[in-house]
């Protein structure tokens, strides 16, 4: 089953902070965050790992609560680079190895 | 360059005409997968490879086969395409599983 991301899109000004929540109904191994550009190809992000941690680099970060099965992705002062749609993909439940992705969240910013 | 190359790149076939779709990766990784992506749904794993000879199914394996006898390919076949396979396909590797994936290019597929 997919996880849901919410929302389903966002629309930013330069500058301005936002956050994609990504939900799983089964118990979690790890959550893979991707960004895909109209267009192009997804590019990696960051992996957390269970254990409820928190990653960043740059003005992007993302946390895990294993607990509640949820990982937020954190964008903070946006630019206008950070344009495109961005997905969650969780491993967990029974399947090791099996990779399943969220809808996306389109993020839109604008100067 | 380290990459992860599909071919082709757009491919227009007939229902029920088998084809195969590419990926090669020369970053000497373990793991790859195949996805198809259609607007709305996301990206939807078809079948993943964990080494050489492993291969396991995805969400959405029907109508699709795939081998993985060497380390740098991993071919997607479709024996008897359908309009309904009509997609995105990318092919991604990692050094293992739950590490970072390189994606190839994508294949637009159009079946008609």
């Known amino acids: 089953q997919q996880p849901v991301q919410s929302p389903q899109a966002v629309i930013l000004r330069e500058g301005e902070d936002a956050v994609i929540n990504c939900s799983s109904s089964?118990?979690?191994?790890?959550v893979h965050w991707y960004r895909q550009k109209h267009g192009e190809a997804p590019v990696f992000l960051m992996i957390?790992?269970?254990?409820?941690e928190q990653k960043g680099h740059d003005k992007i970060s993302a946390s895990f609560n294993e607990k509640k099965q949820q990982s937020s992705l954190y964008l903070t002062a946006s630019q206008l680079s950070y344009s495109g749609t961005y997905f969650c993909?969780?491993?967990?439940?029974?399947?090791?190895?099996?990779?399943?992705f969220g809808q996306g969240t389109i993020l839109t910013v604008h100067p | 360059e380290a990459q992860v190359t599909q071919n082709p790149r757009y491919l227009i076939t007939v229902t029920g005409k088998k084809l195969t779709v590419t990926c090669s990766q020369n970053?000497?990784?373990?793991?790859m997968s195949w996805y198809r992506q259609d607007p709305g749904l996301g990206l939807r794993q078809i079948y993943y490879?964990?080494?050489?000879?492993?291969?396991d199914k995805g969400d959405v394996p029907e109508g699709y086969k795939v081998s993985r006898k060497e380390k740098r390919n991993f071919p997607l076949i479709l024996e008897s395409p359908s309009p309904n396979q009509t997609s995105l396909y990318f092919c991604?590797?990692?050094?293992?599983?739950?590490?970072?994936?390189?994606f190839g290019q994508g294949t637009r597929l159009t079946v008609v």
């Open positions: 490879s964990m080494n050489v000879e492993v291969t």
């Open positions: 957390l790992l269970k254990g409820g």
């Open positions: 993909g969780t491993e967990g439940g029974t399947s090791y190895g099996k990779l399943t």
């Open positions: 991604a590797s990692s050094l293992v599983r739950g590490y970072e994936a390189f």
């Open positions: 970053m000497n990784h373990e793991y």
């Open positions: 089964k118990a979690l191994y790890s």
